[in-house]
């Protein structure tokens, strides 16, 4: 049957077939319908397709790439703090515990004045759409006002939002001029943020998703890390954390739990299906069973981790124990908000875990073998593992999945014999210039 579609993209494109593959189709009609999803798309080898494109074509929402343009899924990044987007590139010389004292708690304490949170936050979200980013899991601030203009931000420029009000009631590791006063309150406000994302969402199509936030072990009391918990079963809600992130806060939940932290957060009820969790730089294996078991995913933020991670995430074990991956920039303990830079760094470090690094030792003594990811795998953590780790229909050109996509040009088109060539040179060598088109839901929003 000759059906029309709201738009049709004619051209070639790139997805991820499974954590090692990517699939490469020279020409198709990639078929969009009004709710924002991919209904179909039709091969050139297809009886209808010319009736299709001619009907797009008189209708006008037929868009037809140029041979170097190439459609991809949109990116989703598991790990951003949007308040800290002024920060991006600063600092990043001192220690996590230093870092967040000196430079991240002051700026995070500005969003009380809902002008800076404006600002700020319409800036950032326009610059990750602009990198290819169509679906986000933000951390706000303690504020939720602020919070709220970061979700009326992701809605007015159509980026999918993930967003969670941080909680931070340890008044010995939170300064008292940002920190909840009290459990009670950390946790009030949580479920009062999510009544109020709730409502904004009668008004848009694009839901922006609460997510309960306890900042990280080391920041929230008992108390509040409990009624958390509670919240996170009341409303069935994801939850996002830092876990495992470097030997200081590792360390911190031994000393003060005599556990390691992700059995403190589970023991809590904050480890769920819906639970991303980021860095884990130094999870165990047994904690990697932990997070198997209760379906928990990782945010792989390997820029940031270079500052401070004190270890190299080694991905490829973290999959063999099918614990689900994405990637995440981590704005600002990772500088970029491109999670282009951030794939070859995920390969960059494990090449590095892979090798080793101290000249002094021999060959086979140097680093931990097969851990070196293929820019495929890395691919495959910025589309399909962010979305399975979101539980979202998404990062994939496919029938039946939203569609969320980029459009990228390939400047650099001198050796593009093979589909591989050109999927690695667009892996490496594209940048916020060569993003020339983004979709969100079947919404053109660059
Ligand atoms: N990278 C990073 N780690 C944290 N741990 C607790 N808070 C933060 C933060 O803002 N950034």
């Known amino acids: 049957m000759i059906i029309s579609y709201s738009k049709i993209i004619e051209g070639a494109n790139f997805s991820p077939l499974a954590q090692t593959e990517v699939s490469y189709q020279a020409q198709q009609l990639i078929c969009l319908d009004d709710s924002g999803y991919i209904a179909r798309i039709i091969e050139p080898s297809d009886s209808d397709y010319a009736a299709i494109k001619q009907i797009a074509q008189a209708n006008d929402t037929l868009t037809t790439l140029r041979p170097n343009q190439y459609i991809l899924p949109g990116f989703i990044d598991l790990h951003v703090h949007a308040p800290q987007w002024p920060n991006a590139g600063l600092a990043l010389d001192r220690p996590l515990n230093e870092w967040l004292d000196t430079y991240t708690f002051p700026l995070e304490a500005k969003y009380q004045d809902l002008d800076f949170a404006k600002t700020v936050y319409n800036d950032l979200v326009q610059e990750l759409l602009a990198n290819g980013t169509t679906t986000v899991l933000y951390f706000g601030t303690i504020h939720n006002t602020a919070n709220l203009e970061l979700a009326k931000a992701c809605i007015q420029h159509g980026q999918r939002g993930f967003i969670g009000k941080v909680a931070m009631d340890n008044p010995d590791q939170t300064p008292d001029y940002y920190q909840d006063a009290s459990a009670q309150v950390a946790v009030d406000q949580t479920e009062q943020f999510i009544q109020q994302l709730n409502e904004l969402n009668q008004t848009t199509d694009l839901k922006q998703t609460p997510v309960i936030t306890p900042r990280f072990v080391p920041s929230c009391t008992p108390d509040s890390l409990k009624g958390l918990g509670d919240l996170a079963r009341k409303y069935d809600l994801p939850v996002q954390s830092h876990c495992s992130e470097s030997d200081w806060e590792s360390g911190y939940a031994l000393e003060h739990y005599h556990m390691r932290d992700a059995e403190v957060l589970d023991h809590y009820g904050l480890l769920t299906d819906k639970s991303v969790m980021a860095h884990g730089t130094k999870l165990t294996d047994h904690d990697y069973q932990l997070f198997e078991k209760q379906g928990v995913a990782v945010a792989?933020?390997?820029?940031?981790?270079?500052?401070?991670?004190?270890?190299?995430?080694?991905?490829?074990?973290?999959?063999?124990?099918?614990?689900?991956?994405?990637?995440?920039?981590?704005?600002?303990?990772?500088?970029?908000?491109?999670?282009?830079?951030?794939?070859?760094?995920?390969?960059?470090?494990?090449?590095?875990?892979q090798d080793g690094v101290d000249n002094q030792l021999p060959a086979d003594k140097r680093g931990v073998a097969d851990s070196a990811l293929s820019v495929k795998t890395a691919f495959y953590l910025a589309t399909r593992g962010g979305a399975e780790s979101l539980h979202l229909q998404t990062g994939k050109i496919a029938e039946g999945y939203l569609a969320d996509m980029q459009v990228v040009s390939l400047q650099n088109d001198f050796q593009t014999e093979t589909s591989d060539n050109i999927f690695e040179k667009l892996m490496y060598q594209t940048s916020k210039a060569d993003i020339d088109q983004v979709y969100v839901q079947g919404e053109r929003v660059k």
């Open 300 to 353: 792989h933020c390997p820029i940031s981790n270079v500052y401070f991670g004190n270890a190299v995430l080694p991905v490829k074990r973290v999959l063999t124990h099918h614990v689900k991956t994405g990637l995440g920039t981590d704005i600002s303990g990772g500088y970029s908000p491109s999670l282009y830079q951030n794939m070859r760094q995920a390969v960059m470090s494990s090449r590095m875990l």
